[in-house]
Nanobody, 118 residues
């Protein structure tokens, strides 16, 4: 299983970015998928998640600004980020976790850097 996160970049405060998480070796539509972020000197933080059934959850700081979604046909998960703030600056990682015949599985993408300038 491999995850590939992309879509990061430099944006001004108030701008938007859409992050993409592409998967190979697993069907993201059958898994829980989360987006995490890690700012310099900080712990990794769960930002948004989508369950197998499509239920979504968000950390309070991004509610109303970020939207996680899934394209089952393309085997992709997205994180639409609007009204970005300098505090959103971080490396963003996608993660998928599920159970199979071999037990619990947990995979991470390589991270994509989001920089929001004030």
């Amino acid at each position: 299983v491999q995850l590939q996160a992309s879509g990061g970049g430099l944006v001004q405060a108030g701008g938007s970015l859409r992050l993409s998480c592409a998967a190979s070796g697993t069907k993201l539509s059958r898994n829980a998928v989360d987006w995490y972020r890690q700012a310099p000197g900080e712990q990794r933080e769960l930002v948004a998640g989508i369950t197998e059934s499509g239920k979504t959850n968000y950390v309070d700081s991004v509610k109303g600004r970020f939207t996680i979604s899934r394209d089952s046909a393309e085997n992709m998960v997205y994180l639409q980020m609007n009204d970005l703030k300098p505090a959103d600056t971080a490396v963003y990682y996608c993660n998928t976790h599920y159970y199979d015949d071999w037990g619990p599985q947990n995979y991470w993408g390589q991270g994509t850097l989001v920089t929001v300038s004030s």
